[in-house]
């Protein structure tokens, strides 16, 4: 059996719902989710994982927040290289570049980005959004 962690930031809930989505996916394809924040995992724990899931909001001019999930992917980002990683996140504004930045980010890294360009949600995950994050899980569980 497969063990993802699911790590996740989120300020009004909507991350949170989009992380709990994907730990329901890994689960119902026979895997095991471990729901957790970025606060409780140092990235020299998450470099131990060789699959792992990622969810963060767009903050500001789309960007990733930045008191706890920057420092958190400055420094992982030198130990992702063979990592396959699932992105999600949701947004109020813009179009999504943050998750595009993200995505292009660890891809020069080393990563492999499991779901192609990760899933967003604008604001409160909708139902085909909680789908999304749904899939991405039963992806993640059989990487």
Do not use: H
């Not at 001019?61 to 400055?74: D, I, K, N, S």
């Amino acid at each position: 059996m497969n063990k993802v962690k699911v790590v996740f930031w989120s300020g009004s809930g909507n991350t949170q719902a989009m992380a709990d989505a994907v730990a329901n996916g890994i689960t119902s394809a026979g895997g095991e989710a471990e729901v957790t924040t970025f606060d409780a995992l140092s990235p020299s724990e998450a470099s131990k994982d060789s699959v792992i899931a990622f969810g963060c909001p767009a903050m500001g001019a789309e960007v990733l927040e930045e008191g706890t999930v920057e420092p958190f992917m400055a420094q992982y980002e030198n130990v992702c290289s063979g990592k396959k990683i699932a992105l999600f996140g949701s947004y109020g504004w813009g179009d999504g570049q943050w998750m595009r930045d993200w995505v292009d980010r660890l891809k020069a890294a080393g990563a492999t980005i499991i779901g192609g360009e990760g899933v967003i949600a604008n604001n409160a995950p909708d139902d085909a959004a909680i789908s999304e994050c749904e899939d991405l899980g039963r992806m993640l569980a059989q990487a």
